[in-house]
Protein backbone atom coordinates (compact mmCIF):
# COMPACT_ATOMS: atom_id res chain seq x y z
CA UNK A 1 0.00 0.00 0.00
CA UNK A 2 1.05 3.15 -0.70
CA UNK A 3 -0.77 6.87 1.06
CA UNK A 4 -0.68 10.04 -0.67
CA UNK A 5 -1.79 13.31 1.04
CA UNK A 6 -1.60 16.24 -1.43
CA UNK A 7 -1.11 19.91 0.23
CA UNK A 8 -0.90 23.11 -0.94
CA UNK A 9 -4.25 23.66 -2.99
CA UNK A 10 -5.92 27.31 -2.19
CA UNK A 11 -7.49 30.57 -4.09
CA UNK A 12 -5.36 32.77 -6.22
CA UNK A 13 -5.89 35.06 -8.66
CA UNK A 14 -5.63 34.78 -12.21
CA UNK A 15 -1.84 34.94 -13.44
CA UNK A 16 -0.26 33.48 -9.69
CA UNK A 17 1.46 30.42 -8.77
CA UNK A 18 1.08 27.85 -7.05
CA UNK A 19 3.37 24.59 -5.77
CA UNK A 20 1.46 21.71 -5.02
CA UNK A 21 3.17 18.62 -2.82
CA UNK A 22 2.66 15.35 -2.42
CA UNK A 23 3.69 13.43 0.38
CA UNK A 24 3.44 9.30 0.06
CA UNK A 25 4.28 7.22 2.61
CA UNK A 26 3.97 2.98 2.63
CA UNK A 27 6.12 1.11 -0.16
CA UNK A 28 9.22 2.27 -1.95
CA UNK A 29 8.34 5.72 -2.67
CA UNK A 30 11.26 5.93 -5.82
CA UNK A 31 9.37 2.82 -7.27
CA UNK A 32 6.83 4.63 -8.68
CA UNK A 33 5.67 6.23 -11.61
CA UNK A 34 4.10 9.53 -9.72
CA UNK A 35 1.54 11.54 -11.56
CA UNK A 36 -0.95 14.41 -11.32
CA UNK A 37 -4.39 14.29 -12.41
CA UNK A 38 -7.17 17.08 -12.05
CA UNK A 39 -11.12 17.19 -12.21
CA UNK A 40 -13.15 20.56 -12.90
CA UNK A 41 -16.71 20.92 -11.52
CA UNK A 42 -18.80 18.70 -14.12
CA UNK A 43 -15.94 16.97 -15.92
CA UNK A 44 -13.97 13.87 -15.48
CA UNK A 45 -10.60 13.70 -13.96
CA UNK A 46 -7.92 14.27 -16.76
CA UNK A 47 -4.12 13.78 -17.35
CA UNK A 48 -1.48 16.80 -16.52
CA UNK A 49 1.74 15.32 -15.84
CA UNK A 50 3.93 12.42 -14.69
CA UNK A 51 7.55 12.06 -14.05
CA UNK A 52 10.15 9.09 -13.98
CA UNK A 53 11.08 7.08 -10.72
CA UNK A 54 14.05 8.82 -10.80
CA UNK A 55 14.03 12.42 -8.61
CA UNK A 56 15.52 13.68 -12.33
CA UNK A 57 13.44 11.73 -14.22
CA UNK A 58 11.75 12.30 -17.26
CA UNK A 59 8.34 14.37 -17.53
CA UNK A 60 5.25 14.21 -19.57
CA UNK A 61 2.80 16.99 -19.74
CA UNK A 62 -0.75 17.26 -21.55
CA UNK A 63 -0.85 19.59 -23.87
CA UNK A 64 -3.41 21.69 -22.48
CA UNK A 65 -0.33 22.49 -18.99
CA UNK A 66 2.81 22.36 -21.14
CA UNK A 67 4.76 25.37 -20.60
CA UNK A 68 2.81 26.21 -17.41
CA UNK A 69 3.14 22.91 -15.16
CA UNK A 70 6.43 21.71 -13.99
CA UNK A 71 6.40 18.32 -12.03
CA UNK A 72 9.21 17.41 -10.48
CA UNK A 73 9.95 14.82 -7.17
CA UNK A 74 12.83 14.33 -4.18
CA UNK A 75 12.57 10.49 -3.48
CA UNK A 76 14.56 11.40 -0.67
CA UNK A 77 11.79 13.10 0.94
CA UNK A 78 9.28 11.09 -0.75
CA UNK A 79 7.45 13.74 -2.10
CA UNK A 80 6.29 15.04 -5.45
CA UNK A 81 5.56 18.51 -6.69
CA UNK A 82 3.71 20.61 -9.14
CA UNK A 83 4.63 23.71 -9.61
CA UNK A 84 1.45 25.86 -11.58
CA UNK A 85 2.73 29.03 -13.27
CA UNK A 86 0.46 31.66 -14.39
CA UNK A 87 -2.81 30.33 -13.33
CA UNK A 88 -6.14 30.98 -15.28
CA UNK A 89 -9.61 30.14 -14.02
CA UNK A 90 -9.82 27.11 -16.48
CA UNK A 91 -6.79 25.35 -13.99
CA UNK A 92 -9.80 25.41 -10.95
CA UNK A 93 -9.88 21.93 -9.85
CA UNK A 94 -9.39 19.40 -7.55
CA UNK A 95 -5.94 17.85 -7.85
CA UNK A 96 -5.10 14.47 -7.37
CA UNK A 97 -1.28 12.78 -7.06
CA UNK A 98 -1.17 9.11 -7.67
CA UNK A 99 1.45 6.41 -8.33
CA UNK A 100 1.81 3.60 -10.54
CA UNK A 101 4.07 0.23 -10.24
CA UNK A 102 6.90 0.62 -13.17
CA UNK A 103 5.61 -1.85 -15.61
CA UNK A 104 8.19 -2.54 -18.77
CA UNK A 105 4.95 -3.20 -20.44
CA UNK A 106 3.07 -0.11 -20.21
CA UNK A 107 4.44 2.64 -22.27
CA UNK A 108 2.11 5.42 -21.18
CA UNK A 109 1.44 6.37 -18.15
CA UNK A 110 -1.28 9.36 -19.13
CA UNK A 111 -4.59 7.19 -18.30
CA UNK A 112 -6.05 7.19 -14.81
CA UNK A 113 -6.04 3.26 -15.24
CA UNK A 114 -2.55 3.02 -14.95
CA UNK A 115 -2.59 4.29 -10.97
CA UNK A 116 -2.82 1.79 -7.99
CA UNK A 117 -2.82 4.70 -5.61
CA UNK A 118 -4.48 8.16 -5.20
CA UNK A 119 -4.99 10.49 -2.94
CA UNK A 120 -7.36 12.72 -1.63
CA UNK A 121 -7.03 15.93 -3.92
CA UNK A 122 -6.90 19.15 -2.79
CA UNK A 123 -8.69 22.40 -4.34
CA UNK A 124 -7.37 24.79 -6.32
CA UNK A 125 -9.24 27.47 -7.06
CA UNK A 126 -8.50 30.51 -9.51
CA UNK A 127 -9.83 33.62 -9.74
CA UNK A 128 -10.39 36.05 -12.25
Known amino acids: QVQLVESGGGLVQAGGSLRLSCAASGRTFSNYIMGWFRQAPGKEREFAAH?????????YYADSVKGRFTISRDNAKNTVYLQINRLIPEDTAVYYCAAAQYSPFRSSYTSSQAYDYWGQGTQVTVSS
Open 51 to 59: ISIRSSGNT
